[in-house]
């Protein structure tokens, strides 16, 4: 959900630190519960390009492969429910991602295409779970039609103008579309439940097996974009953002490379994105975190 409207500078520095201020939390309890996360997408790009943030960017990327991802939701949830909120699709009916989002409460951070979606969106990191993408060419065809299908259906079962990246008559008539299937699926009250389990159905068919790749699927890339392979993941490397170590995936080039060609060079202003808030609120961190 991308603006390349662009926010106050000591805004978006207090915005950025906030969010680290988040993701040491989540590292400790990775540490301490010998669970494997990595940086991946915009974040990944600044570990290499800026040992930090990218300048413009306003969020925390962070992948694990899905039994991990599973774990790490259940310990929040049951031990650090009094400073953190888990946004996902088992906590908020009305969350459309399959994602998780940790986020600080005390806090808002409500992008304009949440504005009715009664989640209470707050400061945070994403997390992405990764699954097992079969090594046969048809099987890796059918999941990812079915993944793409179904989280597709299941943000249009939420918003009836979701963000788009399309211009001219293409972008009116998608946008058109779209609100007619919206439209169409909160009249006949379509079953998130059912769009939900379908999508997961298919996104964890493979993790039984042994495969050569695995996937995060749901993104704004297409699903098989941020596809890595096992020995380009694992064992995780090291890199520098901010004033912390991270773990990246061990082949980053690589990886980078395939999702974004040469991610070393800098782009314009008009193609850097971000996720402006209509809301904004700190919280806790007013106090906790400075900016000069």
């Known amino acids: 959900m991308n603006s390349n409207k662009q926010y106050d500078p000591k805004i978006l520095r207090k915005l950025q630190l906030s969010e680290l201020s988040v993701f040491k939390d989540f590292i400790k309890i990775c540490e301490e519960n010998n669970l494997q996360y990595f940086l991946f997408a915009g974040c990944a790009i600044g570990v290499e390009r800026h040992q930090g943030f990218i300048p413009w960017d306003d969020d925390i990327d962070i992948g694990m492969l899905r039994e991990d991802y599973d774990k790490i939701i259940k310990i929040i949830r049951e031990k650090y429910s009094d400073k953190y909120n888990v946004l996902d699709i088992d906590s908020y009916k009305t969350f459309p991602f399959y994602n998780a989002e940790i986020a600080r409460k005390g806090t808002k951070n409500i992008p304009f295409v949440f504005r009715d979606a009664n989640v209470p969106m707050g400061i945070d990191v994403a997390i992405y779970p990764f699954d097992n993408v079969p090594d046969d060419k048809g099987a890796r065809k059918r999941q990812t039609m079915s993944v793409f ?40 009250h379509f079953s998130r439940n059912f769009i939900n389990k379908r999508y997961l159905k298919s996104a964890t068919k493979y993790n039984g097996q042994k495969t050569e790749w695995v996937s995060c699927f ?47 060079v800098i782009p314009p202003e008009s193609e850097r994105k971000n996720h402006l808030s209509e809301i904004l609120e700190f919280g806790p961190f007013e106090e906790e975190i400075n900016v000069d």
């Open 149 to 188: 299908f179904w989280s597709k259906l299941r943000i249009l079962r939420e918003f009836d103008r979701p963000v788009l990246f399309l211009n001219g008559w293409k972008r009116k008539l998608v946008s058109a579309i779209c609100i007619i299937a919206n439209r169409i699926l909160k009249w006949t």
């Open 218 to 264: 749901f993104g704004e890339m297409h699903p098989l974009k941020q596809a890595i392979r096992y020995d380009d993941l694992f064992p995780l490397a090291e890199g520098p953002f901010e004033d912390i170590v991270v773990k990246i995936p061990k082949n980053n080039d690589v990886y980078l490379k395939r999702m974004f060609g040469d991610y070393m």
